[in-house]
Nanobody, 122 residues
């Protein structure tokens, strides 16, 4: 089993920055596909970014050029650096992990964190 704990969320003004962390325990995630997803009020959860063990990354079009996903295998942690935040980025952000191939599809991920709230004020 893999346990994931997100942190770093909070309230920020538009055009500000936040850095989210996802700390894993239980197993080493160095070979896992790691993803970030988000769910805004009244909306379905959506893909944000992913990183594979090879370093391959993929981003949703809505965050491309503003968000950066990275991982530190020594710390068993994945990060999401968010710059140029917009009010529409307001959501609960979830970290997810899976041993399979990288995918945007949330149902492919076996392990999930509890989420961290990000609120962007205009």
């Amino acid at each position: 089993q893999v346990q994931l704990v997100e942190s770093g969320g909070g309230l920020v003004q538009a055009e500000g920055s936040l850095s989210l962390s996802c700390a894993a325990s239980g197993r080493t995630i160095s070979s896992y596909a790691m993803g970030w997803f988000r769910q805004a009020p009244g909306k379905e959860r959506e893909f944000v970014a992913l990183i594979y063990y090879s370093g391959y990354t993929l981003y949703a079009d809505s965050v491309k050029g503003r968000f950066t996903i990275s991982r530190d295998n020594a710390k068993n942690t994945v990060y999401l650096q968010m710059n140029g935040l917009k009010p529409e980025d307001t959501a609960i952000y979830y970290c997810a992990a899976d041993q399979g191939r990288p995918t945007r599809k949330e149902y492919e991920y076996a392990y999930w964190g509890q989420g961290t709230q990000v609120t962007v004020s205009s």
